[in-house]
């Protein structure tokens, strides 16, 4: 909009009209003056087709700034869900084969307990068969009585060696249970040291990501303080411009000056356009940083839960 007006007063600066201020309406102009005016006239136009074409190339570096910047945060978080699903999935087969390891010595603990319990009941089966033989034979005879009281003495004597064989058998299977418990144990702490070593990976990849956008970021200040540099010079070679019109004439030197200020503003306002965008690019940035350093403090939270994986055993141990 800025443009077409200032092209409009452009254009009202050379056409001929009964203000006294303009050359064309002035009666001594001289040739000189008009062919001078129709050469800065010339200029500004050139000026403004070059403002309108770097205009346009800076429109098409900030589009294509910002389609990077999409691709970049497409990639990142594709990495991350990456991660995510093999840390996951690690932590599903780990947590199988504890169980899995709890189960086995879960029935092996079982399996010795019946087995206690069973020759208990034997025991008691023995003890209750000798006692229905003693009253028995104690109403036959006292010399039955007596040889029964030695044969129970014996049989007493070896249901004591079978108890005392019986608890060693225990104590054995409990102390290969032991075994297995710290096995297990030796086992949770290698896959502990494993999901330590997928962390430190992890965080490694996010931090050379997050590198990556910053050195992203880092370009896009270097183009936006080029094109910066480039829109002062415009600025420079434009004011020596119109310096030089002033002597001309007054008149022209006024409508010249207008027009100066239209491209002032437009130059202006592209400078502020572009950097408008570069703070929203930087904005997005640290957003999506921020948003991956919240991914990864919940990952991280979920391989601080590992160790719980060792109440189980512990418990059992107890």
């Known amino acids: ?6 092209e409009g ?14 050359l064309a309406a002035e009666p001594n102009a001289m040739p000189g003056e008009e062919t001078e005016i129709r050469e800065l006239e ?26 990077l ?34 189960q086995l010595s879960a029935d092996e603990i079982n399996q010795l307990k019946a087995t206690a319990q069973a020759l208990r009941e034997e025991m008691e089966n023995l003890r209750f068969e000798q006692e229905e033989a003693v ?17 129970a003495q014996a049989l007493r004597e070896q249901l004591e060696n079978l108890g005392f064989e019986k608890d060693e058998a225990v104590q054995a299977a409990v102390a290969e249970g032991a075994d297995e418990i710290r096995q297990l144990k030796a086992t949770a ?17 996010v931090q050379a990501a997050v590198a990556e956008g910053a050195d992203e970021i880092r370009q896009l200040k270097a183009t936006s303080q080029a094109l910066r540099e480039q829109l002062e010079d415009l600025r420079f070679e434009k004011d020596e411009a119109v310096q030089q019109t002033v002597v ?19 130059l202006e306002r592209v400078t502020i356009v572009s950097e408008d965008r570069i703070q929203e690019l930087e904005r997005d940035f640290n957003n999506e940083r921020k948003h991956l350093q919240e991914m990864i403090g919940v990952l991280r ?8 994986d060792d109440t189980p055993g512990e418990g059992r141990n107890g």
Do not use: Y
């Not at 087969?93 to 390891?101: F, G, H, I, K, P």
């Open 42 to 67: 010339n200029q500004v136009a050139a000026l403004r087709r070059q403002l309108e074409q770097q205009d346009f190339e800076v429109e098409a570096r900030v589009q294509e700034t910002l389609a």
């Open 189 to 205: 702490q290698a896959l502990r040291e494993e999901l330590e070593n997928l962390r430190f990976e992890k965080e490694e990849a």
């Open 1 to 6: 909009m800025a443009t077409h007006m200032s």
């Open 69 to 102: 910047a999409a691709d970049e945060h497409k990639q990142l978080i594709n990495t991350i869900s990456a991660l995510r699903g093999e840390l996951e999935q690690q932590g599903f087969e780990r947590e199988e084969s504890v169980q899995q390891a709890i």
């Open 248 to 266: 001309a004439t007054q008149d022209e030197i006024t409508q010249l000056k207008s027009i100066a200020a239209a491209l002032r503003e437009e």
């Open 135 to 151: 009253q028995a034979a104690r109403a036959e005879s006292a010399d039955e009585v007596r040889q029964l009281k030695a044969t």
């Open 301 to 308: 939270k979920d391989l601080g839960q590992a160790p719980l």
């Open 9 to 22: 007063k452009g254009r009202a600066a050379v056409e001929p009209g009964p203000g006294p201020g303009m």
